[in-house]
């Protein structure tokens, strides 16, 4: 079968879709929209799904592999000042070749991490961020900020679109496979903070650095939703595959 041809049209009213959203105020819970905006993207399929990623190299997205499946071409979502959105073309797509859906969708540990080289390089009103394995093993209660530009209530789109960011804490068994994130406050016992649907493969950030991408999510109590646990594949594993792709992508990363 051949791959489904995106449709620029189709996409840009599905943008402009979002941005006709009702305010809200969180990824899910009470965030407010992030102020730190510079190095985040909107990924946009053609199978109608969309995720988070960020601009690691002049012309290079990080983001999740199970964001940019086979099957579906991409396109990026730069919005100007105006929140007028510009599409930008997706020239390759580069999946882990370790990342398997099945388990992820266990939510047990995987490659979660693919690569998107750019037609033309992203505008410098978005900055490059820098990626970093974390210095040492984390410990439950070790604080990690995510990024997204998801919905903020399961199942409606219309409260996507906007960037926000929550501070989350390390629960369970955290360690170099896989982060489990929660609300502080309300430690996956009832809804809080945490990821949703299009926050996949934004950016897990400590020290100022993206540390991970976001996987997954659950509802309180490890129910189907959003607002309990957010998964989180941590860059430790995959930074040497980020650098080598980085490389024959001709999108050294900033080190």
Same mark, same amino acid.
């Given at each position: 079968m051949g791959k489904r041809r995106i449709s620029l049209q189709n996409i840009v009213a599905s943008t402009l879709w979002l941005l006709t959203a009702p305010s809200a105020s969180a990824i899910v819970g009470n965030a407010p929209a992030a102020s730190d905006?510079?190095?985040? @993207?909107?990924? @946009?399929?053609?199978a109608g799904n969309f995720c988070t990623g960020a601009r690691i190299a002049r012309d290079l997205? /990080?983001? $999740?592999?199970?964001? @940019?499946?086979?099957?579906?071409?991409?396109k990026l979502v730069e919005f100007d000042a105006a929140r007028k959105p510009t599409m930008l073309d997706v020239e390759t797509v580069v999946?882990?070749?370790?990342?398997?859906?099945?388990? /992820?969708?266990?939510?047990?540990?995987?490659?979660?991490?693919?690569?998107? %080289? /750019? %037609?033309?390089?992203?505008p410098a009103s978005i900055s490059t961020a820098s990626v970093a394995a974390l210095d040492r093993t984390p @410990?439950?209660?070790?604080?990690?900020?995510?990024y997204g530009f998801g919905v903020t209530a399961r199942g409606d789109g219309r409260t996507s679109g906007t /960037?926000?960011?929550?501070?989350?804490? $390390?629960?369970?068994?955290?360690?170099?496979?896989?982060?489990?994130l929660h609300d502080p406050d309300t430690r996956n016992e009832s809804p809080g903070l945490g990821a949703c649907t299009g926050d996949s493969g934004g950016s897990v950030v400590a020290g100022g650095r993206i540390v991970g991408v976001v996987s997954w999510s659950t509802g309180a109590n490890n129910t189907a939703g959003c607002g309990g646990l957010t998964g989180v594949t941590p860059l430790n594993l995959y930074l040497p595959w980020i650098i080598e792709r980085s490389k024959a992508l001709n999108s050294p990363l900033r080190q």
């Open positions: 905006t510079r190095s985040a @993207v909107m990924i @946009v399929g053609s997205v /990080l983001t $999740a592999a199970h964001c @940019v499946q086979a099957g579906a071409e991409y999946r882990h070749p370790q990342f398997d859906i099945k388990a /992820l969708l266990g939510h047990r540990a995987t490659a979660d991490i693919a690569l998107l %080289k /750019l %037609k033309q390089p992203l @410990v439950p209660g070790d604080t990690f900020v995510i /960037l926000r960011s929550a501070s989350l804490v $390390a629960t369970g068994k955290p360690g170099n496979l896989q982060i489990r």
